[in-house]
């Protein structure tokens, strides 16, 4: 990629409010969604950044899972240095992307009620179970979870056959000791 970059300085409060997707090695993550209520937004983040420096830890050639945990880790309020990208050049050709196909979830809640929806393949769970009035929280998840970016497991759901895929390494090192329908 030949890349023009910008570099910003923010800080921020926990809960932070975002999702970080991995970009692979050599290229740190980027900020994938900010939640607009969330305290990202309210620092001035915003999607398409790429995350270069967590507390002074360097994220540029770091691995995605040793990134989440110096965010899980490190207190509130966190010192994040990011890549603002104005202009991408690929200088390979894209891969064809899968079309999202539909497809129906069913979920039991925990009091018993029976909920149905439409969703795409590759939609966020956490996100279509909200959209969906499907609540992931219990009473301190409420309080205390993260926003999605997957480093507090407050939003933890049993599935009950593989339609989510094998688990990443980070999910099964975040899992570990919950069972593997989780």
Request: hydrophobic content about 35%; charged content about 25%; aromatic content about 6%.
């Given at each position: 990629?030949?890349?023009?970059?910008?570099?910003?300085?923010?800080?921020?409060?926990?809960?932070?409010?975002?999702?970080?997707?991995?970009?692979?090695?050599?290229?740190?993550?980027?900020?994938?969604?900010?939640?607009?209520?969330?305290?990202?937004?309210?620092?001035?983040?915003?999607?398409?950044?790429?995350?270069?420096?967590?507390?002074?830890?360097?994220?540029?050639?770091?691995?995605?899972?040793?990134?989440?945990?110096?965010?899980?880790?490190?207190?509130?309020?966190?010192?994040?240095?990011?890549?603002?990208?104005?202009?991408?050049?690929?200088?390979?050709?894209?891969?064809?992307?899968?079309?999202?196909?539909?497809?129906?979830?069913?979920?039991?809640?925990?009091?018993?009620?029976?909920?149905?929806?439409?969703?795409?393949?590759?939609?966020?769970?956490?996100?279509?179970l909200?959209?969906?009035?499907?609540?992931?929280?219990?009473?301190?998840?409420?309080?205390?979870?993260?926003?999605?970016?997957?480093?507090?497991?407050?939003?933890?759901?049993e599935?009950?056959?593989?339609?989510?895929?094998?688990?990443t390494?980070?999910?099964?090192?975040?899992?570990?000791?919950?069972?593997?329908?989780?």
């Amino acid at each position: 990629f030949a890349k023009k970059l910008s570099g910003v300085s923010f800080s921020v409060e926990k809960p932070l409010g975002m999702v970080l997707e991995d970009l692979g090695k050599g290229i740190g993550c980027k900020i994938g969604q900010v939640n607009a209520d969330g305290n990202s937004a309210k620092g001035g983040l915003s999607a398409g950044m790429i995350i270069a420096e967590v507390n002074g830890f360097g994220c540029m050639e770091a691995q995605f899972d040793d990134i989440l945990d110096q965010i899980q880790q490190a207190a509130s309020p966190l010192s994040l240095k990011c890549l603002r990208v104005d202009e991408i050049e690929e200088k390979q050709p894209q891969t064809q992307q899968t079309k999202a196909e539909t497809v129906t979830v069913s979920v039991l809640t925990p009091e018993g009620e029976s909920v149905e929806f439409e969703a795409n393949t590759g939609d966020v769970l956490r996100e279509v179970l909200l959209e969906n009035n499907v609540d992931v929280y219990d009473w301190y998840g409420k309080g205390m979870n993260c926003g999605g970016s997957g480093t507090c497991l407050t939003c933890l759901v049993e599935l009950d056959d593989d339609g989510c895929g094998q688990r990443t390494e980070y999910e099964n090192k975040r899992l570990k000791n919950k069972p593997a329908n989780w």
